[in-house]
């Protein structure tokens, strides 16, 4: 069975730093192009980063310069490394096997003092 799971959400104060996993089952992330996105409440979803399979990698504007994307191949997870984060970054975070409907659950992030 094709699935994605996140997880490494949580609560954090401004300026603080998350890391997210996106887990595989039933094919390789690394064969695949990944990407996360996430989603604010009463906001359409939107993209932050994408992995391509030879290693690339883009970002949105939003999450250029904070967030890194990689992943461990041994462990078949994509990673979203957040830094500086900010208020409106709170937001619920899917990673996507692009092109597919495959999506994970979502991990909320909540970012307030």
């Known amino acids: 069975q094709v699935r994605l799971e996140e997880s490494g959400g949580g609560s954090v104060q401004p300026g603080g730093s998350l890391r997210l996993s996106c887990v595989g089952s039933?094919?390789?992330?690394?064969?695949?192009?990944m990407t996360w996105h996430r989603q604010a409440q009463g906001e359409a979803r939107e993209w932050l980063a994408t992995l391509a399979s030879g290693g690339a990698t883009f970002y949105s504007d939003s999450a250029k310069g904070r967030f890194t994307v990689c992943r461990d191949d041994h462990k078949n997870t994509l990673f979203l490394q957040m830094d500086s984060l900010k208020p409106e970054d709170t937001a619920v975070y899917y990673c996507q096997n692009f092109g597919t409907t495959t999506w994970g659950q979502g991990t909320w992030v909540t970012v307030s003092s």
């Open positions: 039933g094919f390789s992330v690394s064969d695949q192009i």
